[in-house]
């Protein structure tokens, strides 16, 4: 649901999306970012990864969905070349999450492991989706290949047929 709203949210109930449009952010960068940051949130529902997201800011689950979501975001604009490097937004954000990291030697690895599946889970329904989407132009270039060569038939036959009517006069 991209509309013109000045937050970036994921709704649970709705299994919904909502985000500002992209004229609306600086840059495509920071868009595509904070798209994904929204799109990793909606992987932690109970029938996909199955995180503990946190009821209020500042408790710790949320500060983990957070941090989870960000580290996410990060990761994947990286792979696949939004960006090169994290960008400043990011690192504001995970820099206001870093008191939580010091809770205990487990909840970075707890981190990185949600990250890992979360990134692994939208990397693999964006190939499904591209795979999808080259199905379907497949589709539409053997439709468009066989319709030309109908059009070219009936264009011959019609040839042939103003070539016969013209012999015949």
Known sequence: ?????????????????????????????AFYATLLHEITHS??????????????????????????????????????????SVMEENAAYLKGWLSSIRQSPDYLMDILGDVNKASRMIVGEVAKFDESLAQEVKVQDTTCEHEAEKHEEQKSTMQTRHKRKTLHI
């Not at 013109?4 to 840059?27: C, G, L």
């Open 1 to 29: 649901n991209v509309r013109e709203t000045n937050k970036a949210f994921y709704t649970p109930s709705e299994d919904e999306i909502t985000v500002p449009k992209k004229a609306q952010f600086m840059t495509g960068e």
């Open 43 to 84: 992987t932690g529902t109970p029938d996909r990864l199955n995180r503990k997201g946190g009821n209020q800011f500042g408790d710790s689950d949320y500060a983990k969905e957070e941090l989870v979501a960000e580290l996410t975001a990060a990761l994947i604009c990286q792979s696949i070349g939004i960006s090169s």
